[in-house]
Every structure is written in C-alpha cells, then in structure tokens.
C-alpha cells in the first residue's frame, strides 16, 4: 500500500477507498489524447481493472497531444502500445485490451459487470453509443470532447440523465481534432479532469459528479460547471445507431455520401441519396430505413427530418472515413 499512501492520508479515501478503487473495474473507450492523461492517473490511483477498446494505430501526428506513446509506437497498435506503457507504471492493475472500437454490435456486452465507463474516444457516435447503453444499464458514464482550446468533462447515467437528456441532438457539424486542430494542453486537462470524476464516483465522493458538467474555454479563460440533474430524457423515441453487422437484407439502406466521399458503401445494394434530395424522396412504408454518412452527423439530421415526415422504423450507421 505504501505507493498509495499520499492518497489514502485524505480521510475520505484511507485504507477502505483504496480497496475499493482495487476492485473497481472500469472500461475506457478510446487509446488517443485524452486516455494519455487519463489512464495514467487511473494506474496510478490504483483502479484494479482497466478494460481498454481502440481500434487505432499510432501516429507521427498525435504525439503532441497523445503523450503515453513514443516515436517507437508509430504504426503499432494504440491499445498495445498503452497496456504495455501502463503495466511499466504500475504492474499491480489489470490492463485487458480489446484492439477493436466499441460499435452498436458489442457495447452491450463491452459494459456487461463494469462499475464505470469512460468515453475518451471524442467520436460524438460513440458517445452517444455508450450513454444509451449505459443508461439501460445504470452504469455512470465520464464522457469529454475537446477541440482547438475548448472542451468539456461531465458525468452521466448511473442514476443521473443521460446524455441525450442534455444533447438531444447531434451537433450541425462534423468538426474534430483532424479537420479543426487540437492544442495538447487542453486535451490533457480535460483527461485529467475525467479521472478526477471517475474517481470520485469509484469512492462514491460528494456531491457526485454525475449530473455535473465543467466546460473550459482555453480562449477566453473561462471554466464554468453546472447541474443538470433534473434534465428530462427524450420523450420521441431514441433513433438508434447500428453498425454493419445488424443491417439484414430487408433495410432500405440510404447513403448519404457522394461516390467521390464514399466509393464503397457498407452495403452491396444501397440508394444514394444526397441529403439536400431526401426532401423529394419517397420512403418506404413497410422497410426500416439506415441512414449512412461518415460521422452520424449527417444522417441524424436525415433521420430527424424523416421521423417529422412520419417515418418511425429508423436507424443511423457511422461508416467512418473511407
């Protein structure tokens, strides 16, 4: 115990908090900026198990903000390459990892027996994946964006709103760390901050942070935090996203993308449509309808438009970049 020591001097941690943060498993989605804060402030604490998804490979271009990898981790396996420089920091904590992303096939089962999620992927599909999920579920859910010197950090579920109930909807744009930029100071202090509420939910601290969001403007120098614990769900029917696994040779599937975005689709039979024509489209009465684009972005606005046109079978698929 003796490398937790300065930790368990605080009363409301002692010899009882860090027994619980050794049993508390906790699923991390995500391996890239904000997980290079993250995670190590996680091992270091102590938190006995980390399960870890990313699908990624690292890159000359994330270093600045990525900083648990080294210039000999370019081309590896982002999940590799983090349980291997974690286990270094502290060989005490179980790191399993998955080198998949979390996606609408296996996110029931990736949060089956956690006591916490974190979203440290930064993808706005996934997010909103993970709160569905962890909402049916009751399981706390940290999730943070950052982009340019701007970000936020909030807690969710596990007895507070959702994420939906406080973004019911997507953003207009698809904006992110690869088309807009990033600073990695901001990345780091978001990261930061998401451990320090994931912990405090691991010790059950309060006021809990579930039902907290902090946004912090790196521009302007401001940090404000407010309380959103009354914010009322949904009451429409959540559109769901789905990945290419659960389409069936029924669905109407819809591409948004034009052949120069997406020369393939994620279907051999699809009809592309681009959203500016969906208001002369004809849908089908008897058919879901998959609504395609790259980020989520698009297709939500499509799926929204169809659901007030009378549309209820929905559904929206993230292909990612082509």
Known sequence: MERYQRQMM?????????????????????????????????????????????????????????????QQDIGKSKALSAQQALQQRNPGVQVAVMEQALSASNVTQAIAGCDLVIDAADNFA????????????????????VLGRQGYVGGFCGGAPSYRALFPRLPASAANCNTAGVMGPAVATLGAMQAQMALSVLLEFQPSPLGCLVNCDFVHW???????????????????FIDVAQLSAEDCIVELRSHEEAPLSVAQHVQRILPQALTHWQPPEDRRIVLVCASGIRASQAATALSARGCARLAILAAGRS
């Open 126 to 145: 996934v997010t909103y994946q993970l709160s569905d999920a962890c909402y049916s579920a009751g399981i706390p859910l940290i999730s943070a964006s």
């Open 10 to 70: 605080l009363p409301e941690i002692g010899e009882s908090g860090q027994r619980r943060l050794a049993q508390a498993r906790v699923l991390v989605a995500g391996a890239g900026g904000l997980s290079a804060t993250l995670l190590p402030q996680l091992v270091g604490a102590g938190v006995g198990f980390i399960h870890l998804y990313d699908d990624d490979k690292v890159a000359l271009h994330n270093l600045h903000r990525q900083t648990l990898f080294t």
């Open 222 to 240: 401001h940090f404000r935090q407010f309380r959103f614990d009354d914010a009322a769900e949904p009451e429409q029917p959540v559109i769901p």
